[in-house]
């Protein structure tokens, strides 16, 4: 039985005795701390203090500065401006979008954030556009307003702050709210229309790393500046569908792999595989500190030329530069095969247990 198993097996015994593993440096699932190679400088300045905000939709919602707020406003018509950064209310029945019944989203007028959709826009009598739920929940935040000498959830663009309408719990099932709505804050755009580049989810690109354990290298990487989720799984080898079991064997030909999915406009290929080489020790061959086998591997599985060409020249430059001594460097890079994801249990593995493992912070 290798160490990671002792690990979980432990794990689940706490769990059933009602306790929870201890935060330990001494974690047997994982090995030593290994080389800190450093990012390049174009990259040194990115600091997780700065780390972008993506909602489950994939749309960037990192908060806009004033100043850009304040430029995008600039361009608004009064009463659109009034409403949006004075939080003002249009007259009842007046505004252009009340009896809209087409098809299509509502985005804000400002910064061009989606915020509701057709599909949950209701008829509710009161003179403005009236919605039960938001097209994402993310993209729409809420604060008290007291102003009137009353209490009202005020809702705002969760991006650029802009002020929408209030929020109600008279609506219709199966939310029970009505998102009360100012025409002038929303721009409509028909279900067939091209959406401009401000209303379009992120175009995300995939990159593969192996490194030992996946939990330390999973955990980290979700936490880097561009990148929107980062999963665990299993890659490189000859059975579909293995589970952790078979890949414990040594067997299957597949390593320990985790998958991310990043915003390229955020963070670059460059940078992610400087976090890699900065993560674990390249220079173990099949192994990561006290874990053994070629499940364990250093890979890196390409899935352009143009990742295979910067993973090649990002390896002969820490050769070059002797990061790591005498030692060669082993990292495989391959082209990718079939990602396998995980068991549900490896998935944000440390922040369920609160253990801690081998791989360094890398940000």
């Not at 300045?45 to 806009?64: F, H």
């Not at 400002?110 to 994402?136: A, E, I, M, N, R």
């Not at 002969?316 to 005498?326: D, F, I, K, S």
Request: aromatic share 10%; proline share 7%; net charge neutral.
């Amino acid at each position: 039985m290798n160490r990671k198993v002792q690990w979980i097996a432990a794990v689940l015994l706490i769990a059933v005795c009602g306790g929870r593993p201890a935060r330990s440096q001494d974690n047997p699932s994982c090995g030593q701390p290994a080389g800190t190679p450093a990012a390049s400088k174009e990259d040194a300045n990115v600091k997780r203090s700065a780390k972008p905000r993506y909602s489950k939709s994939g749309y960037d919602i990192t908060p806009l500065p004033r100043e850009q707020v304040e430029k995008l406003a600039a361009r608004l018509d009064p009463e659109a401006y009034r409403v949006t950064q004075k939080a003002g209310t249009e007259a009842a029945f007046c505004g252009n979008l009340l009896d809209n019944k087409k098809e299509g989203a509502y985005c804000c007028e400002v910064c061009g954030l989606p915020l509701f959709s057709s599909q949950h826009k209701f008829h509710s009598g009161t003179g403005w556009p009236s919605f039960y739920q938001p097209f994402d929940s993310e993209h729409v935040t809420r604060r008290t307003d007291s102003s009137y000498d009353m209490a009202r959830t005020e809702i705002n663009c969760a991006r650029c702050g802009a002020h929408l309408g209030h929020v109600f719990d008279d609506g219709p099932p199966p939310t029970g709210e009505r998102h009360c709505l100012n025409s002038a804050a929303l721009k409509f755009h028909e279900k067939d229309e091209a959406l401009p580049p401000e209303s379009q989810p992120v175009k995300t690109e995939v990159a593969y790393f192996a490194g030992g354990c996946f939990w330390g290298i999973q955990h980290y990487f979700k936490q880097g500046p561009g990148v929107l989720d980062a999963v665990s799984g299993y890659m490189q080898g000859h059975v579909d569908k293995p589970t952790y079991k078979q890949v414990c064997t040594d067997q299957t030909g597949h390593a320990e792999t985790v998958k991310v999915i990043y915003d390229p406009q955020r963070i670059t290929y460059r940078r992610l595989l400087g976090a890699f080489f900065d993560m674990h020790d390249p220079t173990q061959l099949n192994r990561q500190g006290p874990d053994v086998g070629t499940q364990y591997r250093s890979g890196i599985w390409y899935t352009t030329e143009e990742q295979k060409r910067e993973a090649a020249a990002f390896i002969q430059g820490l050769t070059a530069e002797r990061r790591y001594g005498g030692a060669k460097i082993v990292t495989q890079v391959e082209p990718a095969k079939t990602f396998w994801p995980a068991e549900q249990y490896h998935q944000d593995y440390l922040g369920k247990t609160g253990g801690t493992c081998h791989v360094k912070d890398p940000w």
